[in-house]
């Protein structure tokens, strides 16, 4: 049937099983616009910023595991798309952005709201693509999909011109390509390879990355991790694989990890890592990393093997599908000395937190007492992000969305409506330092038009907290603009936008203030007043070694 070129992206869309799309119109746009609104079965958020949609639809994908589609015109509306985009690329989220350009005839001549949008992101998406003509327009899209989903996932950009939305040609429907899991690159040598190492590890240390939320593989981290009596650790983007209730998790590894996840680094003899690319935050001095132990690296990107550090072995290949190769070939261990040492290097951990003071490990615990682990947690960016990572017991994967390789701030408040969208069901929390929300608090108008009834916890410490922390630590107390002292009063601004707004100063307060919140059902911002010179801890210093680890009571010590 003949159809134009707005009506073909929507029917791709629907072809996807598209359900939500996060977006701002524009002139540019206004074909596909005019075409969605007969569409109600696609339901469109319009958000207060195209930067607000772009995270809208990676929070959508990281909670769902689907991929996540927004809108926005050409020209600022489309360059608005970029730090999202980027955000999905560093994480491998899976996002489809359609942006639409100038007419075919005004390209390449500077015309209003001109931009070359495909170019600007090829080096933050597996793969961008202008539309110029309409014949090649469903492929195209169908073609996004397929590379957004398959493999390592990413985000993909199509640009359209504004003639090719208008544009008529043949549309005959198709099914979605099957996606299955990439097994091309997995050699038998290599199997034989990890499984002979496997077996003769005395002290074995499996190390979880995203990958392995990715590829739905928790069964088997699990199954694997019980069978050789490993201790597990892992990184921000793993959290919730290994479950933090299990007896052998130590904790997050890296600069703000657990030491016992740092120290056990340097105990081990095989370092088994799954789904993980060594980032610098979690390695440290990649020289002086797991120096001891043979390290054997499970990735599906192949790119990612030997990049960041030189392993003993590796084999490349969808996680879950290697795991399943590698299983029936490894014997279990009894291995009651390393259990027990894992166990005395666990007591090194944090204790138990108080409540005398309101403090940011206090309000994380309150929330996971109250939502007995079962919220979907999103984040900004800095210490908010880290007790957050740190202090709620995160026990199913996709239960975190938070902007890990590019440390986005702003990212937090779209990503919770681009969660709570994909999971009405949940009770879904951003967790926001206060320098973060004033960079999208604008999204509470988002919320509320909408009716999406997120909870937003703004750790307000008046500061920059984590910068502060640096020059704490580094700069001799030398705070260059990382005070934020003003009058602004983020109760009276959330009640502006719609929304509720309470404010808590004691820790007393902050129980009853967000079972208000729950039960509210309307967006609510909670605005807590925490000291400007509370500090994230452990902490290893950037460049040095995991084994340098150190807390409070190290500095009090004068370690």
Not at 334 to 358: C, M, S, Y
Not at 433 to 450: L, P, Q, W, Y
């Amino acid at each position: 049937m003949q159809l134009n070129g707005s009506q073909i992206i929507i029917e791709c869309l629907k072809e996807q099983g598209v359900d939500t799309v996060f977006g701002y119109p524009g002139g540019a746009i206004l074909n596909l616009y005019d075409e969605l609104y007969k569409h109600p079965e696609i339901r469109h958020i319009l958000t207060s910023h195209e930067q607000g949609a772009s995270h809208a639809a990676d929070g959508y994908a990281r909670s769902t595991g689907k991929v996540g589609v927004c809108f926005a015109t050409s020209g600022p509306g489309a360059t608005n798309l970029v730090t999202g985009i980027a955000t999905a690329f560093m994480d491998s989220v899976p996002m489809v952005a359609i942006t639409c350009n100038v007419g075919t005839p005004l390209l390449g001549k500077d015309s209003f709201q001109e931009v070359d949008i495909t170019g600007i992101t090829m080096p933050i998406t597996k793969y961008s693509s202008i539309v110029k003509d309409i014949n090649v327009l469903a492929d195209t899209i169908r073609k996004a999909f397929s590379i957004a989903r398959s493999g390592r996932p990413g985000p993909v950009l199509v640009d359209v011109t504004k003639d090719v939305t208008a544009a008529m040609c043949d549309y005959k429907k198709k099914e979605p390509d099957k996606i299955v899991p990439v097994t091309r690159n997995i050699k038998e040598e290599d199997i034989a390879k990890a499984v002979k190492m496997i077996n003769k590890a005395k002290k074995p240390y499996i190390f979880v990355g995203g990958g392995a939320v990715i590829a739905d593989a928790q069964e088997e981290v699990l199954e694997l991790a019980k069978k050789i009596q490993a201790p597990v650790c892992d990184t921000l983007m793993g959290k919730g694989v290994m479950p933090g209730t299990d007896e052998m998790y130590l904790g997050m590894l890296g600069m703000h990890g657990t030491k016992a996840a740092n120290l056990t680094i340097y105990a081990c003899d095989l370092l088994i890592t799954l789904g993980s690319r060594f980032s610098d935050r979690d390695v440290g001095n990649a020289k002086n990393f797991a120096k001891q132990a043979k390290i054997l690296q499970i990735d599906v990107d192949p790119a990612e093997i030997n990049k960041n550090v030189i392993v003993n072995a590796s084999v490349s290949g969808d996680l879950k599908e290697v795991l399943k190769l590698i299983l029936p070939q490894i014997k279990e261990k009894d291995n009651p000395e390393w259990v027990a040492e894992i166990q005395e290097k666990k007591k090194l951990n944090r204790g138990e937190v108080t409540g005398d003071k309101l403090t940011g490990p206090f309000i994380v615990s309150k929330i996971c007492e109250i939502t007995e682990g079962k919220a979907l947690i999103c984040t900004d960016v800095g210490q908010h992000q880290m007790w957050a990572a740190q202090y709620y017991t995160y026990t199913k994967p996709r239960t975190l969305m938070t902007s890990g390789g590019l440390g986005t701030m702003g990212y937090g408040l779209g990503a919770a409506i681009g969660t709570k969208c994909g999971n009405p069901d949940k009770i879904v929390v951003n967790i926001a330092g206060d320098g973060c929300f004033r960079m999208n608090m604008n999204e509470i108008a988002t919320a509320v038009r909408s009716n999406i009834p997120v909870i937003e916890v703004v750790f307000n410490n008046h500061v920059l907290g984590m910068v502060r922390q640096w020059q704490n630590l580094f700069y001799e107390e030398r705070y260059s603009h990382t005070t934020l002292q003003d009058k602004v009063d983020f109760v009276k601004v959330a009640e502006a936008m719609g929304a509720m707004g309470i404010r808590v100063t004691r820790p007393e307060e902050f129980e009853p203030a967000f079972r208000k919140a729950i039960e509210a059902g309307v967006p609510v911002v909670i605005d807590c007043i925490l000291d400007s010179d509370d500090m994230v801890f452990p902490m290893v210093p950037a460049g040095k070694p995991n084994s340098e680890v150190f807390d409070e009571t190290d500095m009090a010590a004068g370690k």
